[in-house]
C-alpha cells in the first residue's frame, strides 16, 4: 500500500505541467493561518502521547501525514497544484530526503559498533561518556555520536533506579551543544559552510561559548548525578548487564564506514560542479546526488559486514528511525509556508520576529539574534532557520566572518545550543528519546522535557547572553 501511495504521488507530481515554473512561494502574501497545520503537529507530538499513549504509538504516522495533507490540499486548492507540487518536490528532494538519508546512515553504522564489557555508571564515568561525547559530536556529527553512546550509556546505568537525568542531559550535551565546532556537527552549521563559511571559522570564534556551556551543564550534571548516586539508594542489588566480557569493540568495521560517511558530507561541501538537474523544479546538484547515493551504498554495506551478534547486543531495531522519519516528513512538509512567511522578512506576517533583531541605526543585535535563532530552532528545523537569520543578517559569508563575527556567531551558538529546548528541536533528541524508551527508560513527555530545559538551560542562556552577545 506505501509503495503504490509512493509511486502515485511521484506519477502526479511527474505530470503537473507548472512545477517547473513554480517560483519560491511569496511569503508576504500568506496568512499565517497557513502555518495552523505545522503547530497542529507539533501540539500531537506535544499532547497525544501524554492523553492516548496507546494510540499514539500504533497511529502517530498517519497523524503526521494528516496534518501534512491539511496543508497541502488547501494550499493545493487556493493556489494551484503546480505550486503546492513545487513546494513538496523542493521539501523532499532539497531537505528531507538527504536529511534522512545521512540519519539513516549515521543510525545505521553507529548500530553496528557494539562497546562490549559492563560499565559501571558512576558519576565520574557518567560524566566522562558526557565529555567524549561532546567532543565526538563536532567531528562525527551529533546524530552519529549520539547513537555510538547512548546505548552503552543506557546500559551501564541499568543497575540504578535514576536514570532520566543521565539520558535529558545526554541530549543536552551529545545532541546538541558538543556539535557546534565544525560544518560536520549539525545541518545549521554544514549549511553556513555551504554558503561560504570557513570549516574553522566555527572552532575558532564559538569555542569560548561551547565550552562554558557544555563545561557548565558537565558540572551540574555531575553534582545532580551525585546526588541521585549517594542520597537515594541508587543502586539496585543485582546488575541486569553481568561482568563477563572485557571492554572493546565489535562490529569495528563500521568505524571505517563512519569515516566514509564524514568524508562523502565534507566532498559534498568542498566539490563544486556545474552539473545541476532540475527535478520537478528543484534543482539537484552532482556532488549531493553523489554523497546521497554513497550514503545509501554504506548503509547497506553496514548491513551486510556487521555480525548479526553485533545488532543483537545492541539490540538494534528500526523503530527510532522510523519514528523520526515519520514526524518529520510531516514537519518538513507543514513548515514549508512557515519558513516562507519569515524569508518574507519585515514584510511578511512574521515581520516583528525579523525587526526585533535590528538595532535603530539598522545594524544588526547580535543579543536578539541569538534569541530569535535559538527559540524558533526549538521549535522549527534548526536548519532553515540558521539560513533565514544568515539571509537577514546580509547573507555575505566573508562579512559575517569579519565585520559581522558576532552576528554569525549569535545565530551559530542559537541555532545549535537552543535546538536541545524541545525534543523536535534537533533529529537526535527524538531519536535518543525513543532509543531510551525503546530500553526501558520512561523519558519525561514533551512538556516534561521543556521543564528540564527551561529550568536549567533557559538561564544558562540568559547568563550567556549577557557574556557574549551583550
Same mark, same amino acid.
Request: glycine share 10%; charged share 10%; hydrophobic share 55%.
Given at each position: 500500500?506505501?509503495?503504490?501511495?509512493?509511486?502515485?504521488?511521484?506519477?502526479?507530481?511527474?505530470?503537473?505541467?507548472?512545477?517547473?515554473?513554480?517560483?519560491? $512561494?511569496?511569503?508576504?502574501?500568506?496568512?499565517?493561518?497557513?502555518?495552523?497545520?505545522?503547530?497542529?503537529?507539533?501540539?500531537? @507530538?506535544?499532547?497525544?502521547?501524554?492523553?492516548?499513549? @496507546?494510540?499514539?504509538?500504533?497511529?502517530?504516522?498517519?497523524?503526521?501525514?494528516?496534518?501534512?495533507?491539511?496543508?497541502?490540499?488547501?494550499?493545493?486548492?487556493?493556489?494551484?497544484?503546480?505550486?503546492?507540487?513545487?513546494?513538496?518536490?523542493?521539501?523532499?528532494?532539497?531537505?528531507?530526503?538527504?536529511? =534522512?538519508?545521512?540519519?539513516?546512515?549515521?543510525?545505521?553504522?553507529?548500530?553496528?559498533?557494539?562497546?562490549?564489557?559492563?560499565?559501571?555508571?558512576?558519576?565520574?564515568?557518567?560524566?566522562?561518556?558526557?565529555?567524549?561525547?561532546?567532543?565526538?559530536?563536532?567531528?562525527?556529527?551529533?546524530?552519529?555520536?549520539?547513537?555510538?553512546? =547512548?546505548?552503552?550509556?543506557?546500559?551501564? *546505568?541499568?543497575? #540504578?533506579?535514576?536514570?532520566?537525568?543521565?539520558?535529558?542531559?545526554?541530549?543536552?550535551?551529545?545532541?546538541?551543544?558538543?556539535?557546534?565546532?565544525?560544518?560536520?556537527?549539525?545541518?545549521?552549521?554544514?549549511?553556513?559552510?555551504?554558503?561560504?563559511?570557513?570549516?574553522?571559522?566555527?572552532?575558532?570564534?564559538?569555542?569560548?561559548?561551547?565550552?562554558?556551556?557544555?563545561?557548565?551543564?558537565?558540572?551540574?550534571?555531575?553534582?545532580?548525578?551525585?546526588?541521585?548516586?549517594?542520597? #537515594?539508594?541508587?543502586?539496585?542489588?543485582?546488575?541486569?548487564?553481568?561482568?563477563? #566480557?572485557?571492554?572493546?569493540?565489535?562490529?569495528?568495521? *563500521?568505524?571505517?564506514?563512519?569515516?566514509?560517511?564524514?568524508?562523502?558530507?565534507?566532498?559534498?561541501?568542498?566539490?563544486?560542479?556545474?552539473?545541476?538537474?532540475?527535478?520537478?523544479?528543484?534543482?539537484?546538484?552532482?556532488?549531493?546526488?553523489?554523497?546521497?547515493?554513497?550514503?545509501?551504498? @554504506?548503509?547497506?554495506?553496514?548491513?551486510?559486514?556487521?555480525?548479526?551478534?553485533?545488532?543483537?547486543?545492541?539490540?538494534?531495531?528500526?523503530?527510532?528511525?522510523?519514528?523520526?522519519?515519520?514526524?518529520?516528513?510531516?514537519?518538513?512538509?507543514?513548515?514549508?509556508?512557515?519558513?516562507?512567511?519569515?524569508?518574507?522578512?519585515?514584510?511578511?506576517?512574521?515581520?516583528?520576529?525579523?525587526?526585533?533583531?535590528? *538595532?535603530?541605526?539598522?545594524?544588526?543585535?547580535?543579543?536578539?539574534?541569538?534569541?530569535?535563532?535559538?527559540?524558533?530552532?526549538?521549535?522549527?528545523?534548526?536548519?532553515?532557520?540558521?539560513?533565514?537569520?544568515?539571509?537577514?543578517?546580509?547573507?555575505?559569508?566573508?562579512?559575517?566572518?569579519?565585520?559581522?563575527?558576532?552576528?554569525?556567531?549569535?545565530?551559530?551558538?542559537?541555532?545549535?545550543?537552543?535546538?536541545? *529546548?524541545?525534543?523536535?528541536?534537533?533529529?537526535?533528541?527524538?531519536?535518543?528519546?525513543? @532509543?531510551?524508551?525503546? #530500553?526501558?527508560?520512561? $523519558?519525561?513527555?514533551?512538556?516534561?522535557? $521543556?521543564?528540564?530545559?527551561?529550568?536549567?538551560?533557559?538561564?544558562?542562556?540568559?547568563?550567556?547572553?549577557?557574556?557574549?552577545?551583550?
Amino acid at each position: 500500500m506505501k509503495l503504490r501511495t509512493a509511486r502515485w504521488v511521484a506519477a502526479a507530481l511527474a505530470l503537473l505541467p507548472s512545477l517547473a515554473l513554480a517560483a519560491d $512561494m511569496d511569503g508576504s502574501q500568506l496568512s499565517v493561518l497557513w502555518g495552523v497545520p505545522f503547530a497542529g503537529i507539533l501540539l500531537s @507530538i506535544a499532547i497525544i502521547p501524554l492523553v492516548a499513549p @496507546i494510540f499514539w504509538h500504533h497511529h502517530f504516522g498517519k497523524v503526521s501525514a494528516a496534518w501534512a495533507l491539511a496543508f497541502l490540499l488547501p494550499f493545493a486548492l487556493v493556489f494551484g497544484f503546480g505550486a503546492a507540487g513545487a513546494g513538496v518536490a523542493h521539501a523532499l528532494l532539497a531537505e528531507y530526503i538527504p536529511f =534522512i538519508i545521512l540519519l539513516t546512515a549515521l543510525f545505521t553504522v553507529a548500530g553496528g559498533i557494539y562497546i562490549k564489557g559492563n560499565l559501571h555508571g558512576s558519576p565520574g564515568l557518567n560524566t566522562g561518556i558526557l565529555a567524549i561525547g561532546a567532543v565526538l559530536a563536532s567531528f562525527m556529527g551529533t546524530t552519529g555520536a549520539s547513537m555510538l553512546l =547512548i546505548r552503552p550509556l543506557i546500559r551501564a *546505568n541499568d543497575n #540504578r533506579k535514576h536514570v532520566v537525568h543521565v539520558v535529558v542531559f545526554f541530549i543536552f550535551i551529545v545532541s546538541n551543544a558538543g556539535g557546534s565546532l565544525t560544518p560536520l556537527g549539525d545541518p545549521p552549521l554544514f549549511l553556513g559552510f555551504l554558503k561560504g563559511v570557513e570549516f574553522s571559522w566555527t572552532l575558532t570564534h564559538i569555542f569560548p561559548e561551547t565550552l562554558f556551556l557544555v563545561g557548565t551543564l558537565l558540572v551540574l550534571f555531575y553534582a545532580l548525578d551525585w546526588w541521585y548516586y549517594h542520597k #537515594r539508594e541508587e543502586v539496585r542489588p543485582a546488575d541486569p548487564t553481568p561482568d563477563d #566480557r572485557r571492554f572493546g569493540f565489535d562490529g569495528g568495521v *563500521n568505524f571505517l564506514l563512519l569515516a566514509g560517511v564524514v568524508g562523502l558530507v565534507l566532498m559534498s561541501g568542498l566539490w563544486k560542479s556545474d552539473v545541476v538537474f532540475d527535478i520537478a523544479g528543484t534543482e539537484v546538484g552532482l556532488p549531493g546526488i553523489v554523497r546521497d547515493l554513497g550514503l545509501i551504498a @554504506i548503509t547497506v554495506a553496514s548491513l551486510q559486514l556487521t555480525p548479526g551478534s553485533v545488532h543483537a547486543d545492541n539490540q538494534f531495531s528500526w523503530g527510532p528511525m522510523q519514528e523520526v522519519a515519520k514526524l518529520f516528513a510531516g514537519i518538513f512538509l507543514t513548515i514549508i509556508p512557515v519558513i516562507a512567511m519569515l524569508k518574507a522578512g519585515v514584510d511578511g506576517p512574521f515581520g516583528a520576529v525579523v525587526s526585533a533583531v535590528t *538595532n535603530p541605526d539598522g545594524s544588526p543585535n547580535p543579543a536578539m539574534y541569538f534569541w530569535a535563532t535559538g527559540l524558533l530552532s526549538s521549535f522549527l528545523d534548526n536548519a532553515p532557520t540558521y539560513l533565514v537569520f544568515f539571509n537577514t543578517a546580509g547573507g555575505d559569508a566573508q562579512v559575517l566572518m569579519t565585520t559581522l563575527a558576532p552576528t554569525l556567531v549569535a545565530i551559530s551558538a542559537g541555532a545549535v545550543f537552543m535546538g536541545a *529546548n524541545s525534543y523536535i528541536g534537533n533529529a537526535p533528541n527524538l531519536m535518543v528519546k525513543a @532509543i531510551a524508551e525503546d #530500553r526501558g527508560v520512561k $523519558m519525561p513527555s514533551f512538556f516534561g522535557y $521543556m521543564a528540564w530545559s527551561v529550568g536549567i538551560l533557559v538561564p544558562l542562556f540568559a547568563l550567556m547572553t549577557w557574556l557574549f552577545f551583550a
